[in-house]
């Protein structure tokens, strides 16, 4: 398949090794993966946050970039979930016929990246070797937006060589929340510390999601305190071979 | 009223503004019938499961949980009062004087003051229906089970319990109250309880701490 | 109830707040603990049950219907009610729901009235105004006994002093009820509560209470609770006094069927609770002589008005969102500064007050959706927050608000992503104004102004030398791709 990129504005920016990853792992399984020029954003902090004018522009562009693509792959749930549960709102909220008709006909072809390994293409081994002790967070908009269920999970039990370790309340949000992590500072410190109080206790030397959001924030407490417990992007678990077993690194 | 006569108009006026004029209650009432309705709303097990599903549920509340014919009934009441020492205890209006068994009396609710049902070791009623699934007895005011007082305050109460009237479901038990909405109905599951202190659940604060129930069976039990 | 109320002009935000409430430890312990029990106790009935999903369904779809067909089910219970020896009262807001229940209580010949929890009564801060009419309000409720006789504010809509725990209970029992030898078992504290509270039953001639549903099709009202209080209030005394917001009517007896599966399971974890009463009007011989209800709005035709926001009016106060909230665990409710706190009060309580008051509230969550997957009535509370969120900027950038700080950086950064050109001058411009901050370990450990919120307790891993398109086009070039 012809694979269109969206990277989002803050993997493009904070994670390009996730995006590498993505396009190692696609390749690898012997797809083209494409980067239409011009993206940006998909317009979720300012939506989630009340600025829905100034959100609005960034549909339009999304579709001008993405309409002819086979198929969309996003390495962010919550970027996904941004578009599933507010691009049909905000074509209509803006009201151009032909908008509200390619949005329509977009969604459908747009994937965050795990399930498009896993719902898209029925894959659970995607042919990676990670050897390292792993938990996994769920992120939010993953599990309940997109209800990706086990799919990430799965996709990790394909790799080979990792010990995989549950993470007790894996479920529970980690205190990202996109702007709430700084307007709400406090609070969102105080669920990151319940969040890597349960990553600690698994003893992983990593902890991994769909969301560089969440292992942002959360890998700013690990370091923060010196745990020595990082965190990973699945994408870069999955690019992970016998021949760079660290996957990529930044 | 003042202030309510001149609320009913603004409120009903506030409504309107959004929801429009009424539809006529033919309307309204085929929507009412639209809304879609997927869960159970019938049995799916049969009687004798249904009965050990309400035995199981009461037990679990610590009910003391018995089942007998109507030829075994009073010598019933009168081995669970003994047990329980119970020497005085309140009857509605309607209960079958050939229930009650010698050695304790009986006294009769005829809808006074209080005090003489206060006064009172326990009650002794039927009951109009009983849920299964939830471990629930309804009482309505008919006669066996009286006025709402009479189950509330005595700290004890000995139901009896047709098992003809247990059904397995809410649904099915809101079904057969509906000819009988309209009266003062009590569904008691469980003794009086909370769970207010530190989420630890606790018996009884107002209302019977102790209950026991006789399934009533229709062949010898 | 107590005196002590939230004033929506005086409350702190949520953000100042929560910062002081983090600081106790034992109310933090006490919340993670109840709201621990309580969503274990959930999961256990909701898992059992096959037909869950079909019936939060139903319960969307009644309560739906009922909102498009409000003034329709008002009518049609306000005469079922009446026909049946009811009152009906109506009123247009707190105020004039208050003074009717202070004129109905001196008419009822009492001096003092027992109360069955109700949030609605606290909504409108009855026991103040009944205070200031000289009548006592004696709350019955074991949780809402210990607020009122410690002086202190409701935290939780189901479980109201889910913050404390026994000892500090016991605390308030010996003090206020002269008990100096009570024991510490939760068992002892209710039994200290049951005979504190006997004595009023049966002497108090007037009871107040609010309802779970009111019946259209019969003029009916129901309520559900655990301890009995509520059965003593409803059928001891001779007047009955009854405050409902609208939004709490319901269609038809039948209608019951879903609810009275929906709430018990989501509210306590219970496949029922221990009582429900349901009466119609007047019962001759058995309750209460007169029977009055107070039909109030107090802003819920606002919110009905709102086609985004109305879904708010399904909530049928069962407190799942509470339980399960990730921020509310940590903040417990007072920090909502309102009698309905958590995500539900996250939406209803600024509506309520119109959105004059309380627009931190719409911020106070990570908007991860737990709230929604519990909801019995399947009300969309992040979308609601979200709707919110733009009603408050919308307020605050009106005139020069346009210009506060945050609104500023928001237009900045929408001018980055309208434009490929501008977005990458951005990220070469980040690399560049960050590179002081960053420590020799590629580490920024302090960022200043309104980021500053991140690095107060988080690292932040400094930019990447090269963005992932400058990498790709890169790769591009050398590769011929």
């Not at chain 1, 399984?29 to 829905?52: D, E, K, R, S």
């Not at chain 3, 498009?68 to 009610?81: G, P, R, S, V």
């Not at chain 3, 729901?97 to 009564?121: C, F, H, N, P, Q």
């Amino acid at each position: 398949m012809r694979v269109s990129l969206f990277i989002t504005c803050y993997n493009d920016t904070l994670f390009p090794a996730t995006g590498k990853a993505v396009v190692q792992v696609l390749e690898r399984l012997g797809h083209t993966v494409v980067f239409p020029a011009g993206q940006t954003c998909c317009g979720q902090m300012h939506w989630n946050t009340g600025y829905q004018e100034e959100a609005l522009p960034l549909l339009p562009r999304f579709v001008a970039q993405f309409k002819d693509a086979e198929a969309v792959v996003i390495p962010s749930s919550s970027c996904v979930a941004m578009m599933r549960e507010h691009y049909v709102k905000m074509a209509q909220r803006i009201g151009d016929a032909q908008l509200i008709a390619d949005v329509a006909s977009l969604l459908p072809r747009v994937w965050e990246f795990s399930e498009f390994l896993t719902k898209k293409l029925g894959l659970e081994d995607v042919g990676a070797y990670f050897p390292h002790r792993v938990t996994y967070h769920a992120s939010c908009h993953g599990l309940r937006s997109l209800g990706l269920g086990d799919g990430p999970a799965k996709l990790l039990r394909g790799v080979h060589g990792i010990q995989l370790v549950e993470l007790k309340g894996l479920e529970q949000c980690c205190g990202f929340g996109g702007t709430f992590a700084v307007k709400n500072a406090e609070v969102s410190s105080a669920m990151l510390g319940e969040k890597v109080q349960a990553i600690l206790n698994t003893q992983a030397e990593l902890c991994t999601a769909c969301d560089n959001s969440c292992l942002m924030h959360i890998e700013g407490a690990l370091h923060r305190q010196r745990t020595g417990v990082r965190t990973m992007h699945l994408a870069e678990i999955l690019a992970g071979s016998e021949s760079g077993s660290e996957g990529t690194t930044t | 009223m003042a202030i309510s006569a001149e609320a009913r108009a603004e409120v009903l006026r506030r409504i309107r503004a959004v929801t429009g004029v009424a539809a006529d209650a033919v309307t309204i009432d085929a929507e009412w019938s639209a809304i879609r309705r997927e869960y159970r709303r019938a049995a799916t097990v049969d009687h004798g499961a249904i009965l050990h599903l309400l035995e199981d549920r009461l037990r679990d509340y610590d009910a003391g949980v018995y089942r007998t014919s109507l030829a075994g009934l009073r010598d019933l009441i009168g081995r669970i009062l003994r047990e329980r020492g119970k020497q005085t205890m309140a009857v509605p209006e309607g209960i079958p004087g050939d229930w009650l068994p010698a050695g304790v009396l009986f006294v009769e609710d005829h809808r006074g003051a209080v005090d003489a049902i206060d006064s009172c070791e326990g009650v002794l009623t039927s009951a109009t229906l009983a849920i299964a699934e939830t471990g629930t007895i309804v009482l309505q005011d008919a006669p066996g089970q009286g006025r709402r007082a009479v189950t509330l305050l005595p700290d004890y109460h000995l139901c009896v319990v047709d098992s003809s009237t247990i059904v397995q479901s809410v649904p099915e038990a809101m079904a057969l109250l509906q000819p009988t909405a309209h009266k003062a109905t009590t569904f008691f599951s469980g003794p009086s309880a909370t769970a207010d202190i530190e989420m630890t659940r606790i018996k009884g604060v107002h209302g019977p701490r102790f209950v026991d129930v006789i399934l009533l069976l229709s062949e010898p039990g | 109830m107590s005196l002590i109320t939230f004033d929506p002009a005086r409350v702190p935000t949520f953000q100042v707040a929560a910062k002081d409430l983090l600081g106790d430890t034992q109310m933090r312990k006490n919340v993670r603990h109840a709201t621990d029990v309580i969503q274990n106790k959930r999961r256990i009935v909701v898992d059992e049950m096959p037909d869950w999903q079909e019936l939060r369904e139903s319960g969307r779809q009644i309560k739906q219907h009922t909102l498009k067909h409000l003034d329709h089910y008002l009518e049609q219970f306000e005469a079922n009610c009446t026909k049946a020896g009811g009152v009906v009262h109506w009123a247009c807001d707190a105020a004039e729901a208050r003074a009717i229940v202070v004129d109905l209580v001196r008419k009822s010949g009492s001096g003092e009235v027992i109360k069955i929890k109700s949030m609605t009564t606290e909504e409108i801060g009855l026991n103040t105004g009944l205070e200031a009419a000289g009548i006592k309000a004696y709350e019955t409720d074991l949780a809402e006994l210990i607020i009122q006789l410690g002086h202190d504010l409701p935290s939780h809509i189901v479980v109201p002093a889910l913050h404390k725990n026994r000892q500090q209970i016991r605390e308030i029992f010996k003090r206020e009820m002269n008990l100096p030898d009570l024991g510490e078992l939760p068992a002892d504290l209710a039994e200290a509560a049951r005979t504190f509270l006997r004595e009023k039953f049966l002497r108090v001639k007037t009871g107040v209470s609010g309802a779970n549903f009111l019946i259209a099709e019969t003029g009916g009202v129901c309520v559900t609770e655990s301890e009995g209080n509520g059965r003593m209030c409803l059928t001891l005394p001779e007047t009955l006094i009854t405050i409902a917001g609208i939004e709490k009517v319901i269609p038809r007896f039948r209608d019951l069927e879903v609810f009275l599966q929906l709430l018990p399971r989501s509210a306590t974890g219970e496949r029922m609770n221990p009582y429900n009463s349901i009466w119609t009007g007047v019962h001759p011989t058995d309750g209460p002589r007169a029977f009055h209800i107070v039909l109030m709005d107090n802003a819920r035709t606002k919110i009905l008005a709102d086609e985004e926001s109305r879904q708010t009016l399904y909530c049928i106060r069962c407190g799942a969102c509470q339980n399960t909230c990730p921020v509310y665990r940590q903040t417990g409710g007072h920090a909502y500064g309102s009698v309905y706190a958590g995500p539900i009060g996250a939406i209803l309580t600024p509506q309520l007050q119109d959105m004059h008051h309380g627009q931190s509230l719409p911020y106070a969550s990570s908007l991860c959706g737990a709230c929604y997957e519990v909801c019995p009535v399947k009300i969309n509370i992040p979308e609601v927050l979200i709707h919110l969120r733009h009603k408050v900027v919308e307020q605050d950038t009106q005139g020069f608000g346009a210009l506060n700080p945050e609104a500023m950086a928001m237009k900045a950064m929408a001018m980055l992503f309208t434009s490929e050109r501008r977005f990458r001058a951005a990220q070469r411009l980040g690399r560049i104004a960050e590179s002081p901050l960053v420590n020799k370990a590629g580490w920024v450990t302090w960022l200043p102004g309104l980021l500053g919120g991140w690095t107060q307790v988080r690292d932040l891993h400094e930019m990447p030398k090269q963005t992932f398109r400058e990498w790709f086009e890169q790769r591009g070039a050398n590769n011929g791709h």
